[in-house]
């Protein structure tokens, strides 16, 4: 157990809709990471949050947003989803933002896209 | 896009057996780390080697770095049932940020 948590584990909808993942860092941790695990793509990281400020961005759709709260908590909004948005998201977290740090991966969240 | 390749894409074993698996890449990067995957779970890191280091241990494990050639190679010994997993190396940017470029993975799959 990395201490990162995710709900849900698992979502099913239907194409056009939007949904909300959300994500627990470990306790400390101010750097929350987003990431999309999918068959073609393989493993893509989304975004970066650090202490509630985005602090990079990767190959995140405009159709994707996220945020980070106060408490560090953070949620990925997916919206006007698609068939090839289903995929496994998952949020990662660390105590600081540097290129040492160690990312504790959550479970993840199993998106299905009917 | 990925930025690490992974070879092989899959690797059967027996137990006991040693497992190698290679990863290259193609910008310059500040370090290079492992990650394991159990099927459809997330990810745990594994070893994390700097580019000033040529080689590190950990237990079992055993990273090399090549920089000039942009390799890495990771050595499982003495494998167990319980290290089947894919396996995941991924580049930290010279930038010195801390996010992550994830190669495709290797699937090891250590029979008893």
């Known amino acids: 157990d990395s201490g990162v948590t995710q709900t849900p584990k698992h979502l099913i909808t239907a194409t056009g809709q939007r949904v909300t993942l959300r994500c627990s860092p470990r306790s400390g941790d101010l750097s929350v990471y987003w990431y999309q695990q999918s068959l073609d793509q393989g493993l893509q990281f989304l975004i970066q949050y650090y202490n509630g400020e985005e602090r990079a961005k990767g190959n995140i759709l405009e159709r994707f947003s996220a945020q980070q709260f106060p408490d560090l908590h953070s949620e990925l909004n997916l919206s006007s989803l698609e068939l090839g948005d289903s995929a496994l998201y998952f949020c990662?977290?660390?105590?600081?933002?540097?290129?040492?740090?160690?990312?504790?991966f959550g479970p993840g969240t199993r998106l299905t896209v009917l | 896009s990925q930025q690490g390749e992974e070879d092989p894409q899959a690797l059967s074993i027996q137990e006991g057996e040693n497992a190698t698996m290679n990863c290259s890449y193609k910008?310059?990067?500040?370090?290079l780390q492992w990650y394991r995957q159990n099927s459809g779970r997330g990810l745990v890191h594994l070893i994390l080697i700097r580019s000033n280091e040529r080689e590190k241990h950990s237990g079992r494990l055993r990273v090399t770095l090549d920089t000039s050639k942009k390799s890495s190679s990771l050595l499982i010994t003495a494998s167990r049932a319980a290290d089947t997993a894919s396996y995941f190396c991924a580049t930290a940017p010279t930038s010195g940020y801390s996010t992550l470029t994830f190669g495709k993975g290797t699937m090891l799959l250590v029979s008893p």
């Open positions: 910008t310059s990067i500040n370090n």
């Open positions: 990662a977290s660390s105590v600081g933002s540097g290129s040492l740090v160690t990312q504790y």
